[in-house]
């Protein structure tokens, strides 16, 4: 079983509108988590790294929030944009051994 | 432009052989990531090397080995191919080590390179 589950797997959203994919982990230790935007066939772009004792963090019109204790996170696109279609990706990794478990991503397109 | 490079952008072989993928992170980073990405798998830690170290596995296979030389450039060895090895790969670094949630953590990745073995 994956340590990190995503969802939804994919979503369609209007242009300007807001919306909000998640993360759920069982990675332990856990050391931080990042979110990344990936579009087709491109490296993936980082969004955010959060530790431990973050709970909100932002960039631009993404803000990504974490709870360590339920060991959820949260990223909130706002006022989308047809440049946000792309997948989203949840990274979390351990403290131990340095290892990085990544969800199996979230699809969002965003249509006129 | 991340400002890392990654060669040779496309490789065709065949199974059996082995090929040699190339990374060369941003300057002043010392962190080098490989990832590999499939249809069926989504993206898949590999290896971390961290100035020279290896710092941190994930999935990846005996077949396959790593390197980060002193100029800080690392190479992927794939040896023994198979057709599931057809994949993008993709190489990422950072300054940092990678346990931090410091600005200096950010992994900026390369285009990747794609291999098809048939």
């Known amino acids: 079983k994956n340590q990190v589950e995503q969802s939804p797997q994919s979503l369609i959203i209007l242009e300007g509108k807001n919306c909000t994919l998640q993360?759920?982990?069982?990675?332990?230790?856990?050391?931080?988590l990042r979110w990344y935007k990936q579009d087709t066939g491109r490296g993936p772009v980082s969004l955010t790294i959060m530790t431990f004792s973050e709970n909100t963090k932002s960039n631009g019109r993404y803000t990504a929030t974490l709870d360590a204790d339920t060991k959820q996170s949260s990223l909130h696109i706002t006022a989308s944009q047809l440049s946000d279609s792309a997948s989203y990706i949840c990274?979390?990794?351990?403290?131990?051994?340095?290892?990085?478990?990544f969800g199996a991503g979230t699809t969002v397109t965003v249509r006129a | 432009d991340s400002g890392v490079t990654q060669t040779p952008k496309h490789l065709i072989t065949a199974t059996g052989q082995r090929v040699t993928l190339r990374c060369s992170p941003r300057s002043g980073d010392l962190s080098v990531y490989w990832y590999q990405q499939s249809l069926d798998q989504g993206l898949q830690f590999l290896i971390q090397?961290?100035?020279?170290?290896?710092?941190a596995k994930g999935n990846i296979l005996e077949r396959f080995s790593a390197q980060q030389f002193p100029d800080l450039h690392s190479e992927l060895n794939l040896s023994s191919l198979e057709l599931g090895d057809s994949a993008l790969y993709f190489c990422a670094s950072s300054v940092g080590p990678g346990t931090s949630g410091r600005i200096e953590e950010t992994q900026y990745f390369g285009p990747g390179t794609r291999l098809l073995v048939l």
């Open positions: 990274v979390v990794r351990r403290s131990n051994d340095y290892k990085l478990s």
């Open positions: 993360c759920n982990y069982t990675v332990s230790p856990f050391s931080n």
């Open positions: 090397y961290y100035n020279g170290e290896e710092r």
